[in-house]
């Protein structure tokens, strides 16, 4: 009696894989590879070139700082009434003071209105700040003006010290624009007739703080 012959079915090789599809693979790698050596790369070479070959321009400096800032007399200020003046450590406040006679001619009215329109663009950081008008003489400035500038402070100096305090700040005829920190500290100082958004962008910077 004869046995079944018994049928093997063949089995499946793993094939090889092609010489292109190996190629292809590599050349992934290296893509990837490169890929990742950008990324980190770029960004150093970036600075350096920004930094040694074509560094930005920075603006210049519109205020001149104080090398050592200087506390700022409070007892020798006080309201164009009389009152006593707050000091920035109570109020939280930035204070820019500009000394100018009462009668305020056509480039006193223009530091005025520059020192507005800096505390205005502050935007909701314009609290922060508080502009004072040191009246150098006796002089009550017009209603007018006065109108067109409600959130102006007129402060006067005792007569004792008059001529120290104009000095601080700069002397009578300096005609600065001097600001004090919340610590009672004068720390920065500007021209009366200083680059607008030059003055407009540090004033924002510093009053952040």
Same mark, same amino acid.
């Given at each position: 009696?004869?046995?079944?012959?018994?049928?093997?079915?063949?089995?499946?090789?793993?094939?090889?894989?092609?010489?292109?599809?190996? $190629?292809?693979?590599? @050349?992934?790698? =290296? %893509?990837? !590879?490169?890929?990742?050596?950008?990324?980190?790369?770029?960004? #150093? /070479? +970036?600075?350096?070139?920004?930094?040694?070959?074509?560094?930005?321009?920075?603006?210049?400096?519109?205020?001149?700082?104080?090398?050592?800032?200087?506390?700022?007399?409070?007892?020798?200020?006080?309201?164009?009434?009389?009152?006593?003046?707050?000091?920035?450590?109570?109020?939280?406040?930035?204070?820019?003071?500009?000394?100018?006679?009462?009668?305020?001619?056509?480039?006193?009215?223009?530091?005025?209105?520059?020192?507005?329109?800096?505390?205005?663009?502050?935007? $909701?950081?314009?609290? @922060?700040?508080? =502009? %004072?008008? !040191?009246?150098?003489?006796?002089?009550?400035?017009?209603?007018? #003006? /006065? +109108?067109?500038?409600?959130?102006?402070?007129?402060?006067?100096?005792?007569?004792?010290?008059?001529?120290?305090?104009?000095?601080?700040?700069?002397?009578?005829?300096?005609?600065?624009?001097?600001?004090?920190?919340?610590?009672?500290?004068?720390?920065?100082?500007?021209?009366?007739?200083?680059?607008?958004?030059?003055?407009?962008?540090?004033?924002?910077?510093?009053?952040?703080?």
């Amino acid at each position: 009696m004869s046995t079944p012959r018994q049928t093997v079915e063949p089995v499946d090789e793993p094939s090889l894989p092609t010489t292109a599809a190996v $190629r292809a693979a590599q @050349r992934k790698g =290296r %893509l990837t !590879l490169l890929a990742i050596v950008a990324v980190c790369v770029l960004p #150093l /070479l +970036a600075a350096l070139y920004f930094r040694f070959v074509s560094p930005p321009e920075t603006a210049a400096m519109v205020g001149q700082p104080l090398a050592e800032p200087l506390a700022l007399p409070f007892e020798m200020l006080q309201g164009w009434d009389g009152a006593v003046l707050e000091h920035p450590e109570v109020s939280g406040k930035w204070l820019a003071i500009f000394a100018a006679p009462g009668s305020c001619d056509e480039r006193c009215q223009h530091t005025l209105y520059l020192t507005r329109q800096a505390r205005t663009a502050q935007g $909701r950081n314009m609290a @922060r700040l508080e =502009r %004072l008008w !040191l009246i150098t003489d006796g002089t009550t400035p017009a209603a007018e #003006l /006065l +109108a067109a500038h409600p959130d102006l402070l007129l402060v006067k100096a005792s007569k004792a010290s008059d001529t120290q305090l104009l000095a601080l700040l700069g002397g009578a005829e300096g005609r600065k624009i001097n600001l004090v920190d919340r610590r009672g500290f004068l720390v920065f100082r500007y021209p009366d007739d200083a680059d607008p958004k030059g003055f407009i962008r540090e004033l924002g910077k510093l009053i952040k703080f």
